[in-house]
């Protein structure tokens, strides 16, 4: 059963859904994650990942309740919130953070334009938007076009022309709000690595680096997302959670030989940590 908390300080006037399970949880999980020994981000980032390995992978995990709260769930993750709540915890242990309200601040920033939870649109839904805004917080830095990525002019309007998929669309003021942002995304350029590209560049990605999946399904950006991690084999591997699997993974075969199984996937989007801002 989920728990609504009170209002923390760090959250204004808004709510947080989590379980007393999930609570305990984060405490044993932060003290473990205090001894992580790594030399760069990019490797810290890659250890904290490891650490959700066989976590299972849990579709919607943010769609509870009728009002969009903070939802810290860390017995159930997709795509999205792993790589979310990997960002919060690292951003912990590069501030020497400790405190539960530390985590929910840093997952309110990463997750919510602009750091601020203003209602369900205001979700980072689409991930082009998500690494932009987050890119402007100093988060990540996307470099995709240093790669030699290729731009791709492409509406986006999944959301839109899918009501019906969303149940929080169902509220009107929410379904117009959607459309006001996908006409703002409609304003960038998708910058992309072809998928025939990843061989020859995977050595300029590095374990920790955020990769998501560009695709040719019409009106969206990303099917997926995940942590680049070079493994022994000397190749790049992805370490995600895995819808097919049904738990968080490292991939096992490289991204590039990965990708080739998906028919949409067009190619990669690669944003690298920074996590200047906090």
């Not at 649109?121 to 987050?134: D, G, K, Q, V």
């Not at 169902?170 to 350029?189: G, L, P, Q, S």
Request: glycine residues 6%.
């Amino acid at each position: 059963m989920l728990l609504t908390l009170g209002i923390l300080s760090t959250i204004s006037a808004q709510q947080i859904t989590c379980s007393p399970e999930d609570k305990s949880l984060f405490e044993t999980k932060i003290s473990v994650l205090e001894q992580t020994k790594a030399s760069s981000l990019g490797d810290t980032i890659a250890l904290v990942g490891q650490s959700f390995l066989g976590t299972p992978y849990v579709e919607k995990t943010l769609e509870v309740g009728d009002t969009e709260t903070l939802v810290v769930n860390f017995g159930g993750l997709d795509c999205t919130t792993f790589v979310e709540n990997v960002l919060a915890f690292s951003l912990m242990l590069q501030n020497q953070q400790q405190d539960f309200e530390n985590f929910t601040e840093n997952l309110e920033t990463v997750r919510y334009r602009n750091g601020n939870l203003e209602g369900y649109p205001s979700r980072l839904h689409y991930f082009t938007e998500w690494i932009r805004n987050n890119e402007r917080k100093g988060l990540v830095k996307d470099i995709t076009a240093e790669l030699g990525g290729v731009e791709l002019e492409k509406a986006i309007n999944f959301m839109g022309t899918h009501r019906n998929l969303y149940p929080f669309l169902a509220r009107d003021e929410n379904y117009e709000a959607m459309v006001a942002v996908e006409k703002e995304i409609a304003k960038e350029k998708l910058c992309y690595l072809p998928q025939e590209q990843i061989v020859s560049k995977e050595h300029l990605i590095k374990s920790g680096d955020i990769i998501a999946l560009a695709t040719s399904i019409k009106g969206l950006d990303v099917t997926h997302t995940g942590i680049a991690i070079h493994q022994p084999d000397g190749r790049l591997h992805l370490l995600h959670a895995s819808s097919k699997n049904g738990e968080v993974e490292i991939s096992e075969l490289p991204l590039a030989d990965y990708l080739k199984n998906i028919k949409s996937n067009i190619g990669i989007i690669v944003a690298r940590p920074t996590l200047l801002s906090l």
